[in-house]
């Protein structure tokens, strides 16, 4: 009987799904879509699991429990506040570095032809393969994660903040040099406001491949966090459930950081660049 | 005025660019004598080097050969009183419209800024969109806040390089008669390029035309008429057809 009740669920779904898709009002085929389509999906996992009778593998059911569990436990705070932490510090100080770096390579000629080599030899080299020079540098610590988000966002950030200056149009290096405006002057009425929305931009996508990054890192080489927390609920018991109901906290505050920095978006100073695009 | 001060003088200018070590000579052995508060337009086809010689003038760029002077002095560079307006807005799009006009004032005093400021902007018909930003104007208003930014420092020339270029056509007859309005107020001396036959007739006091590449000067012709110039008059279809012909063009289609 284990089949008939997702089996039931997911045809009323369809049926639902068909009649929402013809409804004229978008405020309920934009909530009434994915939301069928989502407890289809929850409905289509329960039935896989009980068609291949998984003994390991968690049903929705038992990841729901888990996360009651992990809740219970309290750990999941302190591992969520790990992983957010080293995020949080390796990403503002390979902003506070990137940004000025990256505009100092976009505009001067001669600091692009010294340290861009650099800097694209070293991009293309995974954060993780870092990670044993991380924890001989700074030990299994907090240090090490920091270290490693810098890495990942480091990158992205200055690559992206150069190529938004040296795209910066022509009339408006022109328009710039007609009125006078130069030295820090220039960065900070004209170099700097009409690179931001690709820096923003840039910061967006840094700060999602730091969320990648840092379970990565800390499955491999921390004893803390949520990659810790997965790595951990494997090895010490096979509790699969805690497995992917970690997955989905992690999910949850990837989608939640993009949020908040596509705020940023929203400024009057930059919504120009992403008007026309 | 002082009709005969010369404001501008160009003499024996060529400009050559090189790519891919050939050379292409765009502007030859230009001589030119701008009066001060005359309204000059450059009239030619697209790649004659009207927009380069404007870029020289402007300061933007130098002449290969030959000099281009401003009240005597060699134009070596950009001068802050002597502005620009571009075809596809110079003015910043992160910078507000009251932003972007006090740019070339941003070191007077804060009360005489907002007293030039607020000046212009109501000359050029944009009260009450001191706060917005250009993305939240139209093509015309873009336009009339990069006239107001170039006016707000007071500007003794200013160079229009197809500044309606991107307007529809209702728009563009507008921003003429307003321009005209304007340079009769203020009487800054303008170089004004383009490749609209009827523009030139309706703007300028003299029409400057250029031949294809590399652009001379084929011939220069005075528009005496009074503003508001009667389009449908047989002497504006006179110098039309003039110019036309300086062109080398065909008059019918």
Known sequence: MGWFLPSAVILVCAVLLAVAARASSATLRNAAMPTLVSVIGLAGWDLACTITGTQIFPTPLDTALAFGELFESQRLWGDVTASLFRVTWGFLLAAAVGIPLGLVLGWSTRGFEALNPIVQGL??????????????????????????????????????????????SQVHRRSAENFGVKGFELMRRVVLPAALPQIITSLRIALGVAWLVIVAAEMVGMESGLGYLINDARNAGVRYDLVVATMIVIGVIGVILDLLIRRLEHFDEVRWGYARR | MNESTTKVAFRGVSKEFTKKQESLRVLEDIDLDVREGEFVCLL????????????????FERPTTGSVTIDGQEVRGTHPQRVFVFQE?????????????????????????????QGVIDLVG???????????????????????????????????????????????????????????????????????????????ERVVVFSARPGRIAGIV????????????????????????????????
Not at chain 1, 147 to 167: E, Q
Not at chain 2, 95 to 113: C, F, M, T, Y
């Open chain 1, 123 to 168: 991009r293309p080299i995974s954060p993780i393969a870092w990670i044993p020079i991380a924890i001989l540098w700074f030990g299994i610590g907090d240090g090490a994660g920091v270290f490693l988000i810098f890495l990942s966002t480091f990158f992205p950030v200055t690559v992206g903040t150069t190529a938004a200056v040296r795209n910066i």
């Open chain 2, 44 to 59: 030619g086809p697209s790649g004659c080097g009207k927009s380069t010689l404007l870029n020289i003038v402007g300061g």
């Open chain 2, 89 to 117: 807005y110079g003015i910043f799009p992160w910078a507000s419209v009251w932003d972007n006009v006090v740019l070339g004032i941003r070191h007077l005093p804060k009360a005489e800024q907002a007293q030039v400021a």
């Open chain 2, 126 to 204: 944009l009260s009450g969109f001191e706060t917005s930003y250009p993305m939240e104007l139209s093509g015309g208003m873009k336009q009339r806040v990069e006239v107001a930014r170039a006016l707000a420092v007071t500007p003794d020339v200013i160079y229009m390089d197809e500044p309606f270029g991107a307007l529809d056509s209702l728009t563009r007859l507008t921003m003429r008669s307003e321009l005209i309005r304007i340079w009769e107020t203020r009487q800054p001396t303008i170089l004004f390029v383009t490749h609209d036959v009827d523009e030139a007739v309706q703007l300028a």
């Open chain 2, 222 to 253: 005075d528009v005496p008429m009074e503003h508001p110039r009667e389009l449908a008059s047989p002497e504006y279809a006179a110098i039309k057809r003039e110019l036309y012909g300086l062109l080398g063009v065909t008059r019918a289609v």
